[in-house]
């Protein structure tokens, strides 16, 4: 397996999460790396992502409350997420492409819950 993600949960509106996600020796620091999430009857799509050189990108509703990080020594991708909502209830994955590619890729997945 590629990517394993590691830090979903249960959480209370407001409330935070971390989640992590090891990469393979097979992808290198210079790959994008990025979170998806598929909420139920939803569409997968990117919620944040990172290039090689830390250049990021937000969903325009996750700005200023998740911020993406990578740790090149440990290989391994971050989403800390605050001020969590229920809308932010979703299977989140962590992907990671080459050249200008997000998805060549796939963690398992980790289930985060936001509840009222």
């Known amino acids: 397996v590629p990517l394993v993600e590691s830090g979903g949960g249960l959480v209370q509106s407001g409330g935070s999460l971390r989640l992590s996600c090891v990469a393979s020796g097979s992808i290198t620091g210079r790959a994008n790396m990025a979170w998806y999430r598929e909420a139920p009857g939803e569409e997968r799509h990117v919620v944040a992502s990172?290039?090689?050189?830390?250049?990021?990108y937000y969903k325009t509703s996750v700005r200023d409350r998740f911020t993406i990080s990578r740790d090149h020594s440990k290989n391994t991708l971050y989403l800390q997420m605050d001020s969590l909502k229920p809308e932010d209830t979703a299977t989140y994955y962590c992907a990671a492409g080459n050249d200008d590619r997000l998805d060549d890729f796939w963690g398992q997945g980790t289930q985060v819950t936001v509840s009222s």
């Open positions: 990172i290039s090689s050189t830390g250049g990021t």
